[in-house]
Nanobody, 119 residues
Framework: QVQLVESGGGSVQPGGSLRLSCAAS????????MNWYRQAPGKEREFVAL????????NYADSVKGRFTISRDDAKNTVYLQMNSLKPEDTAVYYC????????????WGKGTLVTVSS
């Protein structure tokens, strides 16, 4: 059974940091690019960060570039999102998404973890 389980969300003051984790099981983790998305209240879900399988190349949304860092530990089947210098506009539910490395493959979503940035 495929599972993506996010954790690490919570409440933090502006300027603070959080590290999100996404633990994967039930599929070949090393064959998947891993992504973080987020959805703020009343807004559409948006891309945050990507790390490819193999070489581990990364890509970020402009809004988080320089503040967030995505990484993966293939030995633990886990992807991380280190979030620094958090802003109130980063408040959202953060979702993990696994995308098969070939275009013909499928993808999986986690259920999300809530991040609230407020003073």
């Amino acid at each position: 059974q495929v599972q993506l389980v996010e954790s690490g969300g919570g409440s933090v003051q502006p300027g603070g940091s959080l590290r999100l984790s996404c633990a994967a099981s039930g599929f070949t983790f090393t064959s998947y690019h891993m992504n973080w998305y987020r959805q703020a209240p009343g807004k559409e879900r948006e891309f945050v960060a990507l790390i490819t399988n193999g070489a581990g190349n990364t890509n970020y949304a402009d809004s988080v570039k320089g503040r967030f860092t995505i990484s993966r530990d293939d030995a633990k089947n886990t992807v991380y999102l280190q979030m620094n210098s958090l802003k109130p506009e980063d408040t959202a539910v953060y979702y993990c998404k696994a995308v098969f490395w070939l275009p013909s493959g499928g993808n999986y979503w986690g259920k999300g973890t809530l991040v609230t940035v407020s003073s």
